[in-house]
Nanobody, 118 residues
Framework: QVQLVESGGGLVQAGGSLRLSCAASGSILGLYSMGWYRQAPGKQRELVASIISLGSADYADSVKGRFTIARDSAKKTVYLQMNNLKPEDTAVYYC????????????WGQGTQVTVSS
């Protein structure tokens, strides 16, 4: 079982920056990805950024050039550096670990609120 603990959310003005962290505990074996999703009120949860165990990263078009995902494998921690934040980035951000084998197992953090004021 994998447990995820997020930190770093908060309130920031448009144009500001925040850094989210997510520390994983438990065994993460084989091929896996670590990433961030977000869910705004009345909207579906969407992928923000993810990075697979092999190292390549993927971003939503809306955050490319502004957000950077990074991973510290030794600490089993994933970070999301968010720069030039916009009001439309306001959402609850969820950390995700997806473990891939013959099927996919998803683990989720509790979520952290990010609010960007205009």
């Amino acid at each position: 079982q994998v447990q995820l603990v997020e930190s770093g959310g908060g309130l920031v003005q448009a144009g500001g920056s925040l850094r989210l962290s997510c520390a994983a505990s438990g065994s993460i074996l084989g091929l896996y990805s670590m990433g961030w999703y977000r869910q705004a009120p009345g909207k579906q949860r969407e992928l923000v950024a993810s990075i697979i165990s092999l190292g390549s990263a993927d971003y939503a078009d809306s955050v490319k050039g502004r957000f950077t995902i990074a991973r510290d494998s030794a600490k089993k921690t994933v970070y999301l550096q968010m720069n030039n934040l916009k009001p439309e980035d306001t959402a609850v951000y969820y950390c995700n670990v997806a473990q891939y084998s013959s099927y996919t197992i998803n683990f989720w953090g509790q979520g952290t609120q990010v609010t960007v004021s205009s």
